[in-house]
């Protein structure tokens, strides 16, 4: 059916809000002063305007948005398309609604589940619901497949979720400067012997982390032996575990940079188990800085925190200019930010 | 101006995605032949469906689901009304999500804050964009205001979050029931001296949770003296601090009910510097089972889950129902489900 079809049925069908037409009858205007009124366009009595507006509010009449995104050719809503939902994923979802919202734009959230099949359905849904824009949301460093949107033009945004495309917008958090910012923040406290714990090497932002302590640490002329190093999970039980191998190995180490906060909360239990204190003879600095988390360890946690509400506002932010008109494109990295609590001696 | 100007309009204006004008023209046959062809209706030659169809997959061709919305008087949308983006929101946030995208309905995501006026911006947004309904969905036991939905008949789901009106529909976590489920569970292992660590006592969840253990402990002829009992934050350093004080008070403690799960972390952490041994010597229990910290304490912490994913997919599918006529009303209240670790000595 065409769109003209389409619109000459919608008068026909029966209508449960109240439309336009009833509130002529209630005020007893036509339809066209009616409009004018709501409008508050044309020339009109103040008393009439008065009479249609009152009629409307007693009506409870609300313009109908779809009509007018119909007409406007654009619905004024934002499609969100994310990997999952986790805890990480949060602050991102809550800079990309705040900054929509301000902007009268909705956001409609979908989640993937990691899965190709379930994003595909959700993509085609968005398009057919018209949205005005895509966000792709991920967690990951790893390449992703581009998001296939056929012919259409809408305007799309991928964050914490790189793909291999020249033209695409990707804003992604700067894990080279966030390991680096550890890194040096530790050295610059004197100390010399590192340890570093983490995740999965299979994983881009573990292999980048590890990649530049060695060049932090080459730069500032201290060596990294691989028995200082352990790769496996980065949650709280490995940190514990290979934080008591590594000091077995070497109970000369002053520094361990982990992986993740939960990594680091394992470390630090270890570490206070051996009577090791912290941070007097071992400085200690976790990754993502989880609030929570940091803020209730003993003692309180210094991380590096990747600013994903900032990262989603700037998403939401790029997609509007896309939306109005502007491209943008290109892979752009963020900043971390150092949060320094006590676990490194900072004094 | 009524839909029937909007309408007429529509087609006027210059559309970038390709129409249906697009598709039969590249197809070389008539509207109604294309349309009948798209929508697998009437007579036609199968070269002739299969020539339209390979049109508008060329075209990319989508029906405006905007103006069928429009035509139906079902945009196949729902609004869900988050009081603020937390961890403990997220099972939630994903039961309702998976369940309305598994019936084609996109789900608008609204973060209120906690702030009225933000509610009413959302609400106005989502009134106005003709969802088929709205879940309003909170964390609190403690009751609210119900939404003002002014005329419409907006079919309406409150979760987490009641409200002191007959007609509406709430659905809630069984706060009794869970502590029911914790305390019961630490008198079968033999646990005769209770403890409760707990949160602002100001909170209904939190009163009810106390109310609850005392008549349980009341049930089994135990008691639960005063000096056994301490609210304040339901963080980790304040369940550190209130274990010392209980232990110092009474040594011969041999239950812990703790108000949440980061709580009993603290109390589990000061129970290992003090000597004393979990599950030996003191049982703990924690609530609302978060996975993560629950897993990774020492010993693995036993606890109650609200089953809030399940929560989430039940309000989706009450809505639905009400969204196809069926009325629903009343204050339901969802299980809580035990899940036993070793912090509480179970064999």
Redesign the interface.
């Known amino acids: 059916?065409?769109?003209?079809?389409?619109?000459?049925?919608?008068?026909r069908?029966g209508?449960?809000?109240?439309?336009?037409?009833d509130v002529a009858r209630a005020a007893g205007v036509s339809?066209s002063t009616c409009?004018k009124a709501l409008?508050n366009k044309g020339k009109l009595k103040i008393e009439t305007r008065e009479r249609v507006r009152n009629a409307a509010t007693q009506?409870?009449f609300?313009?109908?948005?779809?009509?007018?995104?119909?007409?406007r050719?654009r619905?004024f809503?934002v499609g969100?398309l994310i990997s999952d939902?986790?805890?990480r994923v949060?602050p991102l979802?809550?800079g990309i609604?705040?900054t929509l919202?301000a902007e009268?734009i909705?956001?409609?959230?979908?989640?993937a589940h990691d899965d190709r099949t379930?994003e595909r359905?959700?993509l085609n849904?968005?398009?057919?619901?018209?949205v005005d824009g895509i966000i792709v949301a991920g967690r990951r460093v790893d390449l992703r497949a581009p998001v296939d949107l056929?012919?259409?033009?809408t305007p799309l945004v991928y964050v914490y979720s790189p793909i291999d495309d020249p033209d695409a917008l990707c804003l992604m958090p700067n894990e080279s400067q966030g390991a680096r910012l550890a890194i040096e923040h530790l050295c610059a406290l004197g100390r010399r012997r590192f340890a570093h714990i983490s995740g999965p090497r299979d994983r881009a932002a573990i292999q980048i982390r590890e990649a530049t302590m060695r060049q932090v640490l080459d730069e500032q002329g201290y060596d990294l032996p691989a028995q200082r190093i352990l790769h496996g999970s980065l949650?709280?039980?490995f940190g514990y575990a290979a934080a008591n191998i590594l000091l077995d190995r070497d109970p000369d180490i002053d520094a361990i940079s982990c992986g993740s906060d939960?990594l680091a909360?394992?470390v630090l239990?270890a570490l206070r188990e051996r009577g090791v204190c912290v941070p007097d003879d071992v400085g200690v600095v976790g990754y993502h800085n989880m609030e929570?988390i940091a803020t209730?360890a003993?003692p309180p946690l210094t991380s590096v925190d990747a600013n994903l509400y900032e990262l989603g506002h700037r998403a939401a932010h790029d997609l509007l200019a896309m939306i109005n008109g502007q491209p943008r494109a290109g892979v752009h990295l963020l900043p971390f930010r150092l949060v320094v609590r006590q676990s490194c001696g900072a004094r």
């Open positions: 059916m065409t769109d003209q079809e389409t619109a000459n049925k919608v008068v069908l209508r449960v809000a109240p439309t336009i037409h339809i409009s409008n009506l409870g609300r313009p109908n948005e779809l009509a007018q995104s119909l007409l050719g619905s809503t969100l939902i986790y805890p949060m979802l809550a609604e705040d919202a009268h909705s956001v409609f959230l979908c989640n379930r359905q959700h849904a968005l398009l057919a619901k018209q056929g012919h259409s033009q949650d709280e039980p939960v909360r394992g239990d929570p209730a003993r």
